[in-house]
């Protein structure tokens, strides 16, 4: 198959699936998803980063650029693995059902995690035990640093790295020797949760797979400054020398901010990457692309150019552009790798460099309908399309398209929306679905809350706001609250799947 065929899918995290644990999991419901999907003829299900968050709960600044995060395991998968019973499970706090409550969660989770390892370690499973050794071996390249960096954050009280005793802060080797010696078992654990992320996730994918839905992951260009990462490689990152970052990433002033968008993230040192041949880098792309079939890569302009802040800076007003690695890095990827599935995020104020970049290696770029309807220029309306992108009704840092158009589209953008279209607007949500189905584009994305026609209560991101993000998960019922049947006529419509060209109209269920 073609990666890029003509095709159409829903973006969702695993976190807002539904489920009795407080969070979307990779046990049942992930499967039935699944299921959902193919009997709606979509063919891609898109996540957010899958790394184990921290602070803010965001899947964008995690400890790991390479680990998964343990509070998606799926809990009655371990049961049926015979590392936890249903007893263990009767005590489930009431949790809510319509968000996430992370401390809670991640309390509960923590705990039942812990008793399957004990269960895991003492029973005597011979080939699990292999199973397991032979894992940690072929990941030792990122899993032994992380597990370190995890056990030496919980004996150090869940503190940043920069924080704890300065000898196991700056990896010096007698300290970090001494560490692992100590938290032997810890660090086991550690590992353990992430074979059974791994393999929950590969059975997954697996199933996804035999079902036709290819599977598209989210990765951010830069990475969180508490991370095993940057405390592993600190050479491969602009700090001092006590490991506190000297200049960090952020975008400039611009319409949206006066003060641009202070980040925060450490800096690469590319000249330091490129003499290594981006070895960190191309480990980083072997890792996503075991996990996911295709990727986007967030602020894709970075590889350019990026805006780099003096750290010591409360905004980003006083900041400059920086030449990135630019057509070299990708270049030697594509070496080392081959053909790149690769998506480019190139939403904001992008420079024609960085659309001869992307270009260059053919890569698809973004357009989003909910960012037209202001002129015929718009880059995003439907008529300045091309074949080779991937177009979204909005994505997670949009509002819902219901959201959007009640609460920030103003009269004038509505009309010129009508104007363009050639009618009113009667369902704004089916509109832009629309759209989306019909573009040249290969490839059409609208998030969940979309197909299910939901306001801003169930937005999942607002950019800029410190609290109650990445919370948001539907029930079960929910999916059935809308004409299902309806997304996959418009799928046929358009001819957004393969298998559904020989189709008669009268053989598919035509929308109400």
């Not at 260009?221 to 960090?248: C, M």
């Not at 968008?261 to 690469?268: A, K």
């Not at 959201?403 to 104007?419: H, L, P, T, V, Y």
């Not at 410190?466 to 539907?474: C, E, L, M, S």
Request: with cysteine.
């Amino acid at each position: 198959m073609s990666l890029f065929t003509r095709s159409s899918g829903i973006l969702l995290h695993p976190t807002s699936l539904p489920g009795r644990y407080g969070i979307g999991d990779l046990g049942d419901t992930a499967y039935r998803f699944v299921d959902w999907l193919a009997d709606n003829d979509q063919g891609i299900w898109q996540v957010l980063p899958l790394g184990p968050t921290s602070y803010g709960d965001s899947p964008y600044q995690t400890l790991s650029a390479f680990a998964g995060n343990p509070n998606l395991i799926s809990l009655d998968r371990l049961v049926d693995r015979g590392w936890l019973s249903a007893d263990d499970l009767a005590d489930v706090p009431d949790f809510p059902a319509s968000y996430v409550d992370f401390g809670p969660v991640i309390e509960y989770h923590d705990a039942k995690l812990h008793l399957a390892y004990e269960r895991f370690f003492n029973d005597g499973d011979a080939r699990a035990a292999k199973a397991f050794e032979d894992w940690c071996a072929q990941n030792t390249t990122w899993l032994d640093d992380y597990t370190l960096f995890i056990a030496l954050k919980r004996r150090n009280g869940g503190g940043p790295w920069v924080e704890w005793p300065e000898p196991l802060a700056l990896s010096e080797p007698d300290a970090l020797a001494q560490a692992r010696a100590e938290l032997a078992d810890q660090i086991r654990e550690h590992q353990w949760r992430q074979w059974v992320f791994d393999e929950q996730w590969g059975a997954l994918k697996q199933y996804a797979a035999d079902k036709g839905i290819r599977l598209f992951g989210d990765l951010p260009i830069f990475v969180a400054h508490d991370s095993a990462d940057v405390w592993a490689n600190r050479d491969l990152f602009y700090l001092d020398e006590k490991g506190q970052p000297t200049v960090i990433a952020g975008v400039p002033p611009d319409y949206f901010s006066e003060t641009g968008q202070r980040w925060g993230n450490p800096l690469y040192r590319w000249d330091r990457m490129r003499e290594k041949g981006y070895a960190w880098w191309i480990r980083r792309f072997r890792a996503v692309f075991r996990t996911v079939d295709f990727v986007r890569i967030d602020h894709f302009r970075g590889f350019e150019a990026y805006w780099e802040i003096p750290a010591d800076e409360e905004t980003a007003i006083n900041g400059q552009w920086i030449p990135g690695p630019g057509a070299h890095f990708f270049t030697v990827v594509k070496q080392e790798l081959g053909e790149l599935p690769i998506i480019a995020e190139d939403l904001g104020v992008i420079t024609r460099e960085v659309e001869e970049l992307r270009e260059q290696f053919e890569l698809p770029g973004m357009k989003v309908i909910q960012f037209a309807w202001n002129k015929p220029t718009n880059p995003f309306l439907p008529h300045n399309h091309v074949v080779n992108c991937v177009v979204y009704s909005g994505t997670h840092d949009n509002n819902t398209t219901r959201g959007w158009w009640e609460e920030e589209m103003d009269d004038r953008a509505r009309q010129f929306m009508s104007d363009y279209l050639g009618h009113d607007i009667n369902d704004p949500v089916w509109t832009l679905m629309k759209i989306g189905m019909r573009s040249v584009a290969h490839t059409f994305i609208m998030p969940l809350q979309d197909v299910m026609g939901l306001g801003s209560e169930a937005r999942m991101n607002t950019p800029g706001k410190p609290t109650g993000n990445w919370t948001w998960r539907f029930t079960e019922e929910m999916l059935e609250q809308r004409a299902n049947r309806a997304l996959a006529h418009l799928t046929w419509l358009y001819q957004r799947r393969a298998d559904q060209q020989e189709k008669e109209y009268g053989d598919v269920a035509v929308m109400d």
